[in-house]
């Protein structure tokens, strides 16, 4: 009975650490190089939760989720059949550009161009609820007039530097 009851109480203590992860959605904002990592709780059965983002250049997304699993005798607080799915809109709508699947997944989507975009995480949570940990990061890809300015700013620092030799 007693252990019953630690379970019941890490199980709410888990609920409670999430706060705002009870909402179906995240909205993670405008992503920049740090990540940006959330954790969803949700009770038992079938969830449908929603990560919204935009990013500002054409990069490379890097996306992580990480179910949470626990067991004690009596209760389970697990999710299984996690899967992710990107979309080119907001609130998993538009186009379906990409699916990430399993337990512990990691995934880079490459040439990602600047825009709004969607994750929608599906499975199911175990008897006594379940969570997992999404995790966000981008990698801004410089674009040809980016490489463009670079080149013509080296070829103009070699160009003041061999005047410089002539004159001496």
Known sequence: ?????????????????????????WNAGTLTSAASVHTFINPAGTFNDYVNFQIP??????????????????????????????????????NQLHTMQGDNATYTFSNLGAGSYSFRFTGDAASGGGGYMVGLS????????????????????????ARRRRRA
Do not use: H, R
């Open 1 to 25: 009975m007693k252990k019953s009851l630690t379970a019941i109480a890490v199980c709410g203590a888990l609920f409670a650490f999430a706060g705002q992860a009870n909402a179906d959605t």
């Open 138 to 161: 981008v990698a801004a890809i410089p674009e040809p007039s980016e490489w463009a300015m670079m080149l013509a700013g080296l070829g103009l620092v070699g160009a003041v530097a």
């Open 57 to 94: 250049s054409l990069s490379d997304l890097g996306a992580s989720a990480v179910p949470l699993n626990l067991t004690f005798p009596g209760v389970s607080f697990g999710v299984t059949g996690l899967t992710g799915y990107l979309f080119d809109a907001l609130n998993g709508v538009g």
